[in-house]
């Protein structure tokens, strides 16, 4: 059997999830023995017109790129959203809250109008073509990453928990951030980080988008409970969940 | 078997002593709560505690164990990790959920992994010194053991009694310089745990726990499942943080070279929503009201009809680690025997 071809892209993003491919470190010379990776524009420069593995990382925000990332989706046989950035559009869905020009002149001022620095609104790569499989997370769990591969090329098919990050903060044995007065996301975001944020004694911030079918309106009720308001939930899933469905 | 009486130095020369010679793993502060953790400093043990965030049972079924190693090209090995250790401060409650969990684990298969492990443990329990604010272990005859133990601490007034059950306990109190605990001593070890029964019952159950099968029998259609499922997260914390609960999963996973690999277990728990998801993606508890139903059948029905015993010890875990605050066993049992 020949090695599966793989090519990595980036749109609108920070790069920080492919930095994560990089830092695999020795296991990145396992990886490239395992597939051939034919197209990287951040670690190599040649460029290829096949592949059966396209790897997407970053948010899609001219219509340019939803253009660019068409014909990617041709050439590709399995499409994989790589980072918050692509899976759900991250922290630049953030620029949806507000006005489109208003955004363009806040960020570019007078040159606001060039046409280089046309912009549109934020969509995930779900929201432009078919992704076939995702791996969530601002940055991506590098070892969740390579279980993916490992079992795409064995020819399984990967699967996400469907659980919410508070089963891993459990299971690391965590004091609640509820307990600390604070609003904490884990009961409505997918696991799979192995929930280092409360681990290290912060809330989770949601970067890994909703659970499946997430209890929102649970989440609302207990807001009572702790003394906290809507506003304040709200403002904690506006970085990674801003205009989201509660699903992923 | 013997019972010594040391006192507090006596008692901290002794952890010392054990530190020194083997693998002790003891309660300890994590943050503002506790913990067991390794314990390679005496002085940091915490007889005192309330409550760990998680049960001993992580010493006995880790969050995750490797089962076995395997190669595709051929040959699999089982992989049994058994360095003799002391569970040191386990409350009575937690090491009665210990003895069920022996009891489910050598029925139908025996599980040689579990089995490894515990036969590696010598477990001193200790009696609660400060209860925790939602311990119902009084209720649910947790809150004291007077066998079984390999070693059991009481704390009287300013001295400890050190009770050897066992062989393996004895040997662990061999050499302990101290005194014969006399009969007024036993009296004051029997004060305390009258005190304890009545201490740990934060929240009271309204019936014996022996009459929760049949209370549990006829309940299966009562608003109270609905009610509270609307609140839930399908987080499974309650399951996760429960001395008495045991379910695991169990996956594969391959090594870069696509040839050798290891299939592990870790923890799962019958609140999350893909629990009895089976072969052909069916989910025979779809909702979320048949999950939450579900805990509660399995504490106070299948199980006591497996082994004879409810598998609540009254820890009251569940009931803090909920966020949504629906998982208080004693709340829904006594709400079940309102009838509506
Ligand atoms: S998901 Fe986060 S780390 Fe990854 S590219 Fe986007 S901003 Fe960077
Ligand atoms: S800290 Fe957050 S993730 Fe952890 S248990 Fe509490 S709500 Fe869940
Ligand atoms: S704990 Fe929450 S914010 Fe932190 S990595 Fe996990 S999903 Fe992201
Ligand atoms: S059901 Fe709750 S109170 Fe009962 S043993 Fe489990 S965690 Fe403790
Ligand atoms: S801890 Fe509470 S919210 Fe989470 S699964 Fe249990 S009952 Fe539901």
Redesign the interface.
């Known amino acids: 059997m020949s090695k599966p071809r793989v090519a990595i892209f980036d749109f609108a993003c920070c790069e920080g999830c492919q930095l994560q491919i990089v830092n695999l470190e020795e296991e990145i010379i396992d990886l490239v023995t395992l597939v051939d990776v034919v197209e990287w524009r951040e670690a190599m420069s040649e460029q290829s017109e096949e592949y059966d593995i396209a790897i997407i990382e970053g948010s899609i925000t001219r219509p340019q790129d939803e253009e660019r990332l068409k014909e990617i989706r041709e050439r590709a046989k399995i499409l994989i959203a790589l980072g918050a950035c692509a899976v759900t559009g991250g922290i630049n869905k953030l620029k949806n809250n507000f006005d489109l020009e208003d955004v363009k002149k806040c960020v570019y001022g007078k040159d606001a109008a060039m046409p280089h620095l046309d912009t549109a609104m934020t969509k995930a790569v779900g929201e432009v073509v078919k992704v076939d499989f995702v791996v969530p997370g601002c940055p991506i769990n590098r070892a969740e990453f390579a279980v993916i591969v490992r079992s795409l090329a064995l020819g399984k098919t990967p699967v996400l928990p469907t659980y919410p990050v508070c089963v891993e903060c459990k299971m690391r044995e965590n004091g609640c951030r509820f307990e600390y007065d604070e609003i904490c996301l884990g009961p409505i975001t997918r696991a799979g980080c192995d929930a280092p944020c409360p681990s290290a004694g912060h809330w989770c911030y949601g970067c890994r988008g909703y659970v499946d079918d997430p209890n929102v309106n649970a989440a609302k009720d207990i807001l009572e409970k702790y003394g906290k308001t809507i506003d304040d939930l709200k403002s904690k899933m506006l970085l990674f969940n801003s205009k989201q469905e509660p699903t992923l | 078997m013997s019972v010594k009486k040391l006192d507090k130095k006596a008692l901290n020369s002794w952890v010392e002593s054990l530190v020194a010679g083997q693998k002790v793993f003891g309660v300890q502060a ?4 506790f ?1 067991f953790a390794e314990l390679t400093d005496a002085s940091a043990l915490r007889l005192d505690y309330d409550v760990t ?2 049960p001993p049972k992580k010493y006995f079924l880790p ?1 995750r164990e490797d089962l076995l190693t395997f190669k595709r090209s051929g040959g699999h090995e089982s992989v049994i990790e058994c360095d003799p250790f002391v569970l040191l401060g386990v409350h009575p409650y937690d090491f009665v959920a210990i003895r069920q969990m022996d009891a489910i684990f050598e029925k139908d298969n025996d599980d040689i992994h579990y089995k490894a492990r515990r036969n590696a443990a010598t477990i001193v329990v200790c009696d609660v010194q400060n209860a925790s604010e939602n311990v119902f272990a009084g209720c649910m005859n947790g809150a004291v053991v007077e066998d079984g133990y390999d070693v059991l601490i009481t704390g009287i007034g300013k001295d400890y009694l050190l009770d050897a059950g066992t062989e393996k306990g004895e040997a662990l109190l061999h050499g302990v310089g101290a005194p014969d605990a006399r009969a007024e001593d036993m009296a004051e070890r029997s004060k305390v745990w009258e005190a304890n029964k009545a201490a740990l019952k934060k929240h009271e159950l309204k019936c014996a726990p022996a009459d929760l099968p049949k209370l549990l029998g006829s309940s299966e259609e009562h608003p109270v499942w609905a009610e509270k499922a ?8 309650c399951n ?2 429960c001395p008495t609960c045991y379910c695991f999963d169990v996956q594969d ?6 040839d050798s690999g290891r299939r592990y277990r870790c ?1 799962d ?1 019958c609140m ?3 629990f009895a998801t089976v072969t052909g993606n069916h989910n025979f508890r779809p909702k ?1 009201e048949d999950r939450y139903r579900h805990r509660y059948y399995r504490k106070g029905k299948y199980i006591p009809e497996k082994i004879g015993e409810i598998s609540c010890v009254g820890c009251g875990r569940c009931i803090t ?1 909920c ?3 629906i998982a208080n066993p004693v709340e829904i049992y006594n709400r079940l025997l309102e009838g509506k």
Not at chain 2, 230 to 237: A, D, L, N, Q, Y
Not at chain 2, 253 to 258: A, C, G, K, S, T
């Open positions: 994590k943050g503002e709560r913990a965030m998680l969050q609307e609140g839930c997260f399908s987080c499974g914390s996760l943080v996973e391959i090594d870069w070279n696509m923890w728990g999350l929503t893909n979320v680690a966020v949504a605050k």
